[in-house]
């Protein structure tokens, strides 16, 4: 395992259309978060995973995003209907049980809706 | 709500200086990390304090966990180029997740 993986790293879309990110985090990995950050702010939680199980997911997450972990391994960010708001990065993180060992950040996927 | 502000949100300073970001709470965190991230990359986890008063040094950079464990700040000795990037705090409140500041925009010119 290298680390993080993040697909695509740039997404440019039609409002409107829907897109689908991928994450693959580090095997040992058993806690997986999605978080989005705009210019010049820090990452926003989004949702997370603990295996298979999403057990928190943020009031920023209208019923437009879904996010899913089959198998506890890799993991899905899906948007429906793409608003002009949803531009922005979209981190994939994982972490060992125990948020004292830190996240590893993916690169991200930069999305741009048009 | 957690809230971390982080001061200042931009600096720009010439190489060899020194400088201090902050991250400040209302809230107690049972640990505070700092991350650096570089344009189009994600963030890189630079080091964790857990205990209140803690110090810890990486190479030129200084962490310190305040007394109450409500802030923490980050001293960057003889800045170098290489420093440049945005700095972030993350707070653990025992909610199973990271809390971010804003990030600090730190520019080093040569």
């Known amino acids: 395992d290298t680390g993080v993986s993040q697909d695509p790293r740039h997404k440019i879309t039609k409002r409107g259309q829907n897109v689908t990110f991928r994450c693959d985090p580090i095997?040992?990995?058993?806690?997986l978060y999605w978080y989005r950050q705009t210019l010049g702010q820090g990452p926003e939680f989004l949702t997370y995973f603990q295996n298979e199980a999403q057990l928190e997911k943020s009031r920023l997450l209208s019923d437009r995003f879904s996010a899913e972990r089959p198998k506890g391994s890799f993991s899905t960010l899906e948007i429906q209907r793409t608003e002009q708001g949803d531009s922005a990065m979209y981190l994939c993180?994982?972490?060992?049980?125990?948020?004292?060992?830190?996240?590893?950040f993916g690169s991200g996927t930069r999305l741009t809706v048009v | 709500t957690q809230l971390l502000e982080q001061s200042p949100q931009f600096l720009s300073i010439q190489e060899g200086e020194n400088l201090t970001v902050y991250c400040n709470s209302s809230s107690v965190f049972s640990s505070l990390q700092w991350y650096r991230q570089e344009p189009g990359e994600g963030p890189v986890l630079l080091v964790t304090?857990?205990?209140?008063?803690e110090v810890k040094k990486l190479k030129r950079l200084t962490f310190q966990f305040g007394d109450a464990r409500k802030d923490s700040s980050l001293h960057i000795t003889a800045a170098q180029p290489g420093d440049t990037g945005l700095y972030l705090c993350?707070?653990?409140?025992?909610?199973?997740?990271?809390?971010f500041g804003q990030g600090t925009r730190l520019t080093i010119n040569p």
């Open positions: 304090v857990v205990t209140g008063g």
């Open positions: 095997s040992e990995h058993n806690r």
């Open positions: 993350a707070g653990d409140s025992g909610a199973q997740k990271l809390v």
């Open positions: 993180a994982g972490n060992k049980q125990g948020l004292h060992y830190g996240y590893t």
